[in-house]
């Protein structure tokens, strides 16, 4: 007789870590302080600040989809600087408490890899979540409704480990992907790679 490990369910984990932490900590590193947390996000939105910049892509004005929305840090970096957004998060939580702290903006609840988008967007955003989709056939289909959701010129733009193996003692809500999956399944959905910032 062999024991089954249980079925990891994303719902589940990343409802709870919300309820538990409705800050950066349940998007990012649980057991680091808030403040450590918020300086990892800064420096992100920095580096996004750069990369749009250098690109010469626009924000204002523009619409946005900030996929796997969290507890809001990318929508309101989207919406200080003009942008009309829309937020997709797997969790009820998220979206129920985005759409009264960010009035303007519209949420909705989906799993990346059954959502689909309505309408196209000038600028996809999906900040550390793909490597959260720990189903091969899940994130192979979430990378399709994503890129689905980029207007013609539109631009995606997203973060990942490039781990070719998951590291020892890798959370079991981790699935890190090599540079070259991602390059073959970006370039199969139409889409040309800019830029690569560590």
Known sequence: ?????????????????????????????????????????????????????KHRVPVAGRDVLDAGCGSGFFVEHYLDKGAHVTGVDLTDVAVERLRIRFPSAHFEVGDLSTWRPDKGYDLVSCFDVLFHIVDDAAWDTALTNL???????GWLVFTEHFFKQ?????????????????????????????????
């Open 1 to 53: 007789m062999t024991s089954r490990e249980p079925r990891f369910d994303p719902r589940q984990f990343w409802e709870q870590s919300l309820t538990d932490n409705f800050d950066l900590r349940g998007t990012g590193h649980p057991g680091l302080s808030a403040g450590y947390n918020e300086r990892c996000y800064r420096l992100r939105a920095l580096v996004l600040d750069q990369v749009l910049a």
């Open 166 to 198: 998951a590291p020892a003692g890798a959370a079991a809500h981790n699935r890190s992907r090599g540079r070259e999956v991602y390059q073959a399944a970006l370039i199969a959905r139409g889409l040309a790679i800019h830029d690569e910032r560590p």
């Open 147 to 153: 890129a689905d959701a980029v207007k013609p010129g």
